[in-house]
């Protein structure tokens, strides 16, 4: 396969389909692409705009496409390998047999491409880029983070390069490892991108602003003049296009920043509304890419998305479990029998044990039994400040429930509370879903009941209150 070969059937491709011979930027972009140039190179060769190097392209690639007989889309990054596949089922449409190509012996019925063996299917998903990924970590934490989810990492893994996942929340009240996880995701998958970026919700930006600097960064240019008087649906049409062009992974920490608090769980803040698009173009148009974002709350209409079946995906980080025997060993606690019994009460939580191991070491002689002896729990200052954060973000009905809840001493049922409620059927429940939602209950389900009770280590909380 060499770049003739390329241009000879882009060409008469071209020509097929729009009646003109390929021109010369469309010939500049196919040698561009074949080097591995970015857009703005092309464009920088050519002397003309990126925007319009992206449009020509854009239109040249649709074109291309229709040669493909089962509806695959070419773009920047499969390009060679795309028509590496023309190639493979053409020749084979001749010879009707096995036909080798270097090393790999494509069998089978060749009019259908899609049941290539898997060995050149993986060929077809863009990347592994010989060009170094372009990455913008500004504003990622640079700090030591460990993490000990195998099996979540491999899940992730999964979503983005085989299942071609296209939006994917990861969940977990704070301090679950969410940050933890994705830093690790990035460390072993950035060179099956072609551009990776950070970024942090944690300054609560507007739409605006979130998609200003993604499109900076996709375009390569360092000052928003090109993009500045941008309407938010022009915006969303450019990170779409750059989305498709290239294989880019967004990464957007702490969406619950800008989620409402003092209602229930998943409404955004006024003024944030917008978010929700961002999501559900991405979610529902075709394109390369994929955007994972952290955040302690889902958005209420990712839920609507996954209904409608658009490649999107929840990943709830639970309890670390047994795994979290070694954060214990690392701390040199005592009393290793006890250590499930803390683990279950701070939910398998690894930055809550970290602060719990602190201090029984502070003040318990690191003897793990005796701490658990001591009633009401004593949890720290650290840790109180945290959860104290969870429970800002409460209705109001939410909290009267959770305390509700709390004073009895063993969990309790739906009829029990609404036997004790004076409010409507329907608002209750939609309180106790959205505690649920915020893993601040849990359910125990009994033969003819589901039962409720506060999350272990906030009833220890609301018992020192009170
Ligand atoms: N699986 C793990 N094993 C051991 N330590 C972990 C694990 N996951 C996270 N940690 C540690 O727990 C701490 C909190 O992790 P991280 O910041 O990723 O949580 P988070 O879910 O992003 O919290 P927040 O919502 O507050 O941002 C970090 O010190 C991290 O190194
Ligand atoms: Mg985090």
Redesign the pocket.
């Known amino acids: 396969m060499d770049f003739q070969e390329l241009l000879t059937w882009a060409d008469q491709q071209v020509l097929t389909h729009t009646g003109k011979p390929l021109d010369d930027l469309q010939k500049a972009i196919l040698r561009g692409t074949w080097d591995r140039e970015k857009y703005s190179d092309i464009a920088k060769s050519y002397n003309c705009t990126e925007v319009h190097v992206r449009k020509v392209a854009y239109q040249l690639w649709k074109t291309l496409s229709q040669s493909l007989e089962d509806g695959e889309q070419i773009n920047k990054s499969n390009l060679r390998s795309m028509f590496h596949r023309w190639q493979v089922s053409n020749l084979s449409l001749l010879s009707r047999d096995i036909v080798h190509i270097r090393d790999v012996s494509v069998c089978g019925n060749p009019s259908h491409p899609s049941e290539v063996p898997k060995q050149q299917q993986s060929d077809r998903s863009p990347s592994p880029n010989n060009n170094k990924p372009h990455i913008d970590r500004s504003e990622a934490p640079d700090l030591k983070?460990?993490?000990?989810?195998h099996q979540q990492l491999s899940t992730l893994k999964n979503l983005l390069l085989e299942e071609g996942t296209r939006l994917i929340a990861v969940l977990?009240?704070?301090?679950?490892?969410?940050?933890?996880?994705a830093l690790q995701l990035l460390s072993e998958i950035e060179d099956k991108f072609d551009c990776i970026i950070w970024r942090s919700l944690r300054g609560a930006p507007t739409l605006e602003t979130t998609l200003k600097s993604l499109i900076q960064f996709f375009s390569n240019t360092n000052t928003d003049q090109n993009h500045k008087n941008q309407r938010e649906g022009e915006q969303l049409s450019l990170l779409i296009e750059y989305l498709r062009n290239n294989r880019c992974l967004i990464i957007l920490n702490?969406l619950h920043q800008v989620l409402e608090k003092n209602r229930l769980v998943g409404h955004y803040q006024p003024g944030y509304e917008n978010y929700r698009n961002l999501f559900q173009t991405i979610a529902e148009l075709s394109h390369q890419s994929c955007l994972i974002f952290?955040s302690?709350e889902l958005p209420l209409e990712i839920v609507d998305l996954k209904n409608k079946n658009a490649p999107i995906s929840c990943l709830q980080?639970e309890s670390?479990g047994k795994?979290a025997n070694?954060?214990l060993e690392k701390e040199c606690l005592l009393d290793e029998e006890k250590w499930s019994e803390l683990i279950d009460i701070y939910g398998g939580n690894?930055?809550w044990l970290?602060i719990a191991a602190t201090v029984i070491k502070d003040s318990f002689g690191s003897r793990v039994r005796e701490y658990l002896q001591y009633k009401p729990l004593f949890l720290g200052e650290e840790l109180t400040v945290i959860l104290e954060q969870h429970l800002s973000r409460l209705s109001e009905l939410e909290r009267q429930i959770l305390l509700q809840i709390n004073s009895q001493k063993e969990a309790v049922s739906i009829s029990w509370l609404r036997e004790n409620s004076d409010r409507s059927s329907s608002d209750m429940l939609n309180a106790i879903r959205s505690l649920g939602k915020r893993s601040l209950l849990e359910k125990i389900e009994e033969q003819n009941s589901t039962l409720f009770a506060a999350q272990p280590i906030f009833k220890e909380y609301l018992l020192e209150q009170t």
């Open positions: 983070y460990s993490c000990d989810r977990g009240m704070s301090g679950m490892g969410k940050t933890a996880i702490d952290n302690w980080l670390l795994t070694k954060i690894p930055h970290k």
